[in-house]
């Protein structure tokens, strides 16, 4: 089992639309959580972190479950350039990545 | 920007011949690491570094040696390429230590033929 797991997607939503990601982790000492965003061929880069209490970033929201060990990613009033591959973090002593979720949003 | 830079960008290789990737930072971060990314495995840890001559091995480290001889750069060898690590290979810093996010360099598309 992967220590942290996420739907390889694609989705596919219009323009307008909100998403939701889930992920899972298996390490329940895991200490900090991530969402990062990575383009086409392009290298990872750091969306947000994770907190239980949620957190905001304009049109993105991150939750914590630690109890279900469950991490999520709402993604609000989807833009064509939110296309992307959207990869799962987990930290024990070191960065886990989950395998990513892949969004397509169109026009 | 974090100011890391990876080289080289693509290379070919052939099959039984060792190969060095470079991954060089100017800012003076402690950690570094190097991952590997492939589909259906995600980005997967190769080796570490905690300082200068510091470091140790990640998850998939089998094949692969570093180095850290200065601050500023942290060298990745495959000693013996295989077609197996055909790959890209993505070097990261940590801003703020193990517990902050990671900066990742652009990659190194890795071909063993």
């Known amino acids: 089992r992967k220590e942290v797991e996420q739907d390889p997607g694609p989705f596919n939503v219009p323009e307008g639309a909100t998403v939701a990601f889930n992920c899972t982790y298996s390490?329940?000492?895991?200490?900090?959580f991530f969402w990062y965003r990575q383009d086409c061929r392009k290298e990872p880069k750091l969306l947000m972190s994770?907190?239980?209490s949620g957190n905001e970033d304009g049109r993105f929201t991150a939750q914590l479950n630690r109890a279900s060990q469950y991490i999520s990613l709402l993604i609000r009033d989807s833009k064509l350039s939110d296309s992307a591959t959207y990869l799962c973090?987990?930290?024990?002593?070191?960065?886990?990545f989950g395998t990513g979720t892949r969004l397509q949003v169109f026009p | 920007d974090a100011g890391i830079t990876q080289s080289p960008r693509h290379k070919v290789t052939e099959t039984g011949t060792p190969v060095t990737l470079r991954c060089h930072q100017t800012?003076?971060?402690?950690?570094m690491y190097w991952y590997r990314q492939d589909p259906g495995h995600g980005l997967r840890l190769i080796h570490y570094?905690?300082?200068?001559?510091?470091?140790d091995k990640g998850e998939v480290s089998d094949g692969y040696s570093v180095s850290r001889s200065k601050t500023e750069d942290f060298l990745l060898t495959l000693e013996s390429a295989t077609s197996s690590q055909t790959s890209v290979y993505f070097c990261?810093?940590?801003?703020?230590?193990?517990?902050?996010?990671?900066?990742f360099g652009s990659g190194t598309r890795l071909t063993v033929v």
């Open positions: 990261a810093i940590s801003v703020e230590g193990p517990s902050g996010g990671y900066t």
């Open positions: 390490n329940s000492a895991s200490q900090s």
């Open positions: 994770v907190y239980s």
């Open positions: 973090v987990a930290l024990t002593d070191k960065l886990i």
């Open positions: 800012e003076n971060h402690r950690y």
């Open positions: 570094s905690y300082g200068v001559k510091d470091t």
